[in-house]
């Protein structure tokens, strides 16, 4: 059973243009979390998706970021304009169905930006 | 905002065991008390979690204080893979979306 998978692992882009990063939950999960953690700081919650529902985006960017989880196919967050600030690691984890205090939730890799 | 408070690091000698605490005044009776870590560029693992009842795993144990206010997660032997930085965190179910809030956590340093 492969873990939450998330690519790209590194992803480079220049000021201005856009990034997508993916994250494909562990199977059977359809309960999604982004995080980013900027550098030498702790992990922040941005948002949380069920399968084509946005369920909880308190913690995103108002402009610039979306996110999404289609019925088919991983999460995507995207984020458009980058702009240096947004160089960060960014944290995608799965949960089962339904969320409760006696789950565990499983993290992927990340996914690590560097906007020059 | 993180709902709990853990000293910023500690230090460890190799193979001996270690104490993590983690101060929670204000849990409630449905939370449950989770544990993750992060190894240097890696994404969080989750380490252990209980209500009230002492917990053991393979990887560690938690032992939560009668009332609940405070918790211990204990690597029973260290090794210099256990440094990492140690998430003590309280499920937060507002809204009914089980999502995570990670504070600063303990920075375990393990040494030879």
């Known amino acids: 059973n492969a873990g939450v998978m998330q690519n790209p692992r590194h992803l480079v882009r220049r000021r201005g243009q856009e990034a997508r990063l993916r994250c494909s939950p562990m199977?059977?999960?359809?309960?999604v979390y982004w995080y980013r953690q900027l550098p030498e700081e702790g992990l922040k919650f941005m948002v949380y998706l069920q399968k084509e529902n946005i369920i909880d985006e308190s913690g995103m960017p108002k402009e610039r970021f979306s996110a999404e989880f289609p019925k088919e196919g991983p999460s995507i967050l995207r984020i458009q304009q980058v702009v240096r600030g947004d160089s960060a690691a960014y944290f995608c984890?799965?949960?089962?169905?339904?969320?409760?205090?006696?789950?565990?939730?499983?993290f992927g890799q990340g996914t690590r930006l560097t906007v020059v | 905002d993180a709902k709990t408070t853990q000293p910023n690091s500690m230090e460890s000698n190799e193979e001996e065991p270690v104490h993590l605490p983690c101060n929670h005044s204000?849990?409630?009776?449905?939370?449950?008390i989770h544990w993750y870590r992060q190894l240097p560029s890696q994404g969080p693992e989750y380490v252990i979690h209980?209500?009230?009842s002492n917990v053991n795993n393979r990887m560690a144990s938690l032992a939560i204080a009668e009332d609940r206010k405070s918790s211990t997660l204990i690597l029973h032997r260290a090794t210099l893979r256990d440094a990492a930085v140690y998430y003590c965190i309280l499920r937060d179910l507002s809204g009914n979306t089980g999502k995570l809030i990670f504070g600063q956590g303990t920075t375990l340093q393990v040494k030879p």
């Open positions: 209980g209500l009230t």
């Open positions: 204000t849990i409630s009776g449905t939370d449950y």
């Open positions: 984890a799965s949960s089962p169905a339904p969320p409760s205090s006696n789950t565990e939730a499983f």
């Open positions: 199977k059977g999960h359809s309960h």
